[in-house]
């Protein structure tokens, strides 16, 4: 009898060293296998492979660009499409194909560090506020309350104001701007997961309140978060794009897509509608194609929480 009640007692955590996890301890939020084995849909898949065709495309534009970005060419000033120049030219005679290669490094590279920096800062101080609760808590509310009364673009203009033009402050200004939605998303989520009976069997073994934060809660609202910042880069993009359209972005003579519709407002005026509706085509589409993968991912992972 003894020795049967001495193997049933649980064992307690030893200082410094995790417990044994009972296999039925966690409840992590992973895809079901019925969803992993599900194809995308057609939307998601088009769009995902535009994406990456985008992406090669800046990655790879000094080896596959025909032209050099600035070159001027001022005998081919507004041409249209030929063999030489796939998409035209501009008001200076630059190839738009290599315009298109070039500033899209410009036009994804601040998106892309606004949503990862946004998306670290959110989803650490989400957690934070979930899991500390109290006046904690209520701080930060009250911070991402704050911080939601600035549009994004009232905060890169001013920034603009402060730092002067170029990709930096309004990049800096972005990130600041998204960090509340990632951490009111992350805060909601984590409210909800840290009810779960695995949290409070982990408790009850005896493991650290930041190591159940860390290791097993915060793991299971990624999937969730990281969707959500998929269309957050979208819609970035979209602001970075305007912001350079209206000469508070990337300067001239650096190729970026938004600075190109503003060089060719002047050929807009003169009939030529390509320099203008080239960038611009590019810009909707990918955003509508980063929207459509994001919506994607979201119908996805959204199965999880049934």
């Known amino acids: ?149 600035f549009p994004a673009m009232l905060l890169a203009i001013l920034a603009v104001a402060l730092f002067g033009k170029g990709l930096f402050a309004p990049v800096l200004a972005m990130t600041i701007a998204y960090i509340p939605y990632v951490a009111r998303l992350t805060r909601g989520l984590i409210v909800a997961e840290r009810t779960r009976p695995y949290v409070q069997a982990y408790r009850v073994l005896g493991f650290r309140g930041s190591w159940i934060a860390l290791r097993r809660v915060l793991p299971n609202v990624v999937p969730t978060v990281g969707a959500q910042s998929t269309l957050n880069f979208g819609y970035v993009l979209a602001d970075l794009a305007a912001l350079s359209f209206i000469g508070l972005g990337v300067q001239a003579p650096t190729a970026d897509w938004g600075s190109m519709i503003n060089e060719s407002r002047g050929a807009l005026m003169s009939g030529a509608l390509l320099p203008t509706f080239v960038p611009a085509a590019v810009v909707v589409l990918v955003v509508v194609a980063i929207n459509i993968i994001g919506e994607e991912l979201s119908d996805r992972i959204g199965g999880n929480f049934s």
């Open 1 to 149: 009898m003894s020795t049967s009640a001495s193997q049933a007692a649980p064992r307690p955590a030893a200082s410094g060293s995790s417990p044994d996890v009972p296999p039925n301890a966690t409840r992590a939020l992973t895809v079901p296998k019925s969803l992993r084995r599900r194809r995308f849909s057609v939307q998601a898949t088009v769009s995902l492979v535009f994406v990456a065709i985008v992406v090669l495309a800046a990655a790879l534009a000094t080896l596959i660009a025909p032209y050099d970005p600035d070159h001027v060419d001022l005998q081919n000033v507004l041409s249209g499409p030929s063999w030489a120049h796939w998409l035209g030219t501009d008001a200076l005679g630059r190839d738009l194909l290599t315009r298109l290669m070039f500033g899209a490094r410009t036009s994804l590279i601040g998106p892309l560090i606004v949503v990862i920096g946004s998306t670290v800062l959110g989803l650490l101080l989400g957690l934070i506020a979930a899991w500390r609760g109290g006046w904690i808590d209520a701080v930060l509310s009250r911070v991402f309350d704050f911080l939601f009364s």
